[in-house]
Structure formats: C-alpha cells, structure tokens
C-alpha cells in the first residue's frame, strides 16, 4: 500500500528564514505533485515532478524529486507572510490515482 | 472557462435528510473525483470516475453515492444524512495519460455540509 508522509504537519517561522518541507513516500513512483491550500479556499497545482533529479522552481519555493530515495522536497527561500498556507504533497500511484500526504500547514509571521 | 464548478457552496442538513452535490466541468477531463476535507485534515477520496458510465469506491464510500452520465457531470448525492458527514466537499478533475503521464488535479471550491 503507497503511503505518503509530511513532515513537519505545522511549521511557524519568520519572514526572511529558509525552510524544508519533505515528503516521504513508501512504493516507487515517478510522478509527485505538490499543491498549495489557503485558509477557507481551494487547493491549486503548485509543481509537478515527473522524473528522478525534477526540479522545479517559482519565486521563493523550489521543489526536487528523488525518486531512488522515495523522497521529495519543498524548499522555501527568504520566507513572506503571502506564502502562509498549507502545502500537500501527493503521489501518483499505478492507476492515476493519487495518495495524499496530510498536509503542512506554514505560519510565517512578520 | 468556468474549470470546475461545484454547487451548492454552502448547505446545512438535518439528519436523516438527503440530498445531491453538484459538479460540472467544462476541461473535457477523463477523470473526475470527489474528496472530502475535515477541518485541519487532510483530503480523503470517496469515489472517482475514469470516464463516463464508470465509477468507483474510494477510501470512505459509505453513505454517498455518485453517477457519472456524461463526462462533464458528477453529482455526489448524500443518503440519510449523518453529523459525521459534517466536511467541506470537494471535486476534483483531471485528464489522467496526459503529457508525460501527469495526473494534475483541477479542483472546484467546495462545498461545505453541515449535519445537525
């Protein structure tokens, strides 16, 4: 059974600091998708990774795929209170279906 | 381009009651699916849809329902209403075998049931 695991579930930082987000799954799997949820809304696409060695970057967030570690990353730069939300992480498994991680809910405070 | 559209946004049921959740899109996507979202949790999938005519069980089926006569609509009706049904709603879409095998999930905004 393909598990996904986040971690941390709850970060609280300040503006200006870097932090990792990561994302462990269980099976093999190629295809990783992170997504983003503001309080009360929707979630959106964030990145889609789709190989070994992805890596993908848009302003302060950077996300990579390891797929021999089983492992993804969320990497944000120089942290703003905008990017405040929680981030899930989610992977594909055989049959288009995606397993969900529970989700990390970022806190960035002035 | 609406994307995904759910309705209604907002409903309050009392138990033992029924009734219907809405979902339209209008991205001719294969695939269609719907979660539910407790509050602080994360997305649990109750049924999805590999193309019209086709449904299937997900990880917390009971109590709901869905039929999917067309690709652009997947209603997911709520039999007996229960509080533990109590969620926020939320359906989803994709075109699964796209480029590269990417399953990207366009989401609606949800719908948020209370039971009481």
């Known amino acids: 059974e393909l598990k996904v695991e986040q971690n941390p579930l709850f970060l609280s930082m300040q503006e200006g600091k870097n932090y990792t987000i990561y994302c462990n799954y269980s099976?093999?799997?190629?295809?990783l998708y992170w997504y983003r949820q503001d309080p009360g809304k929707s979630l959106e696409s964030l990145f889609v990774?789709?190989?070994n060695g992805a890596v993908k970057q848009e302003g302060r967030l950077m996300a990579s795929l390891d797929t021999k570690a089983r492992l993804s990353t969320l990497h944000i730069t120089a942290a703003v209170h905008d990017l405040s939300a929680t981030y899930f992480c989610?992977?594909?498994?055989?049959?288009?279906?995606?397993?969900w991680g529970a989700g990390t809910k970022l806190i960035i405070k002035p | 381009n609406a994307g995904v559209t759910q309705t209604p946004k907002f409903r309050i049921l009392k138990i033992g009651q029924s009734m219907t959740l809405q979902c339209a899109q209008d991205?001719?996507?294969?695939?269609m699916y719907w979660y539910r979202q407790d509050p602080g949790m994360g997305l649990k999938l109750i049924y999805y849809?590999?193309?019209?005519?086709?449904?299937d069980k997900g990880e917390v089926p009971n109590g709901y329902n869905v039929s999917r006569s067309t690709t652009e609509d997947f209603p997911l009706r709520l039999e007996l209403a229960a509080p533990s049904q109590t969620s926020v709603y939320f359906c989803?879409?994709?075109?699964?075998?796209?480029?590269?095998?990417?399953?990207?999930?366009?989401f609606g905004a949800g719908s948020r049931l209370t039971v009481l």
């Open positions: 989803a879409s994709s075109y699964a075998g796209g480029a590269f095998g990417a399953n990207v999930l366009t």
């Open positions: 990774l789709l190989s």
């Open positions: 099976t093999t799997s190629d295809r």
């Open positions: 991205m001719n996507h294969n695939y």
């Open positions: 989610a992977v594909d498994d055989s049959n288009y279906q995606l397993i």
């Open positions: 849809s590999v193309g019209a005519g086709i449904t």
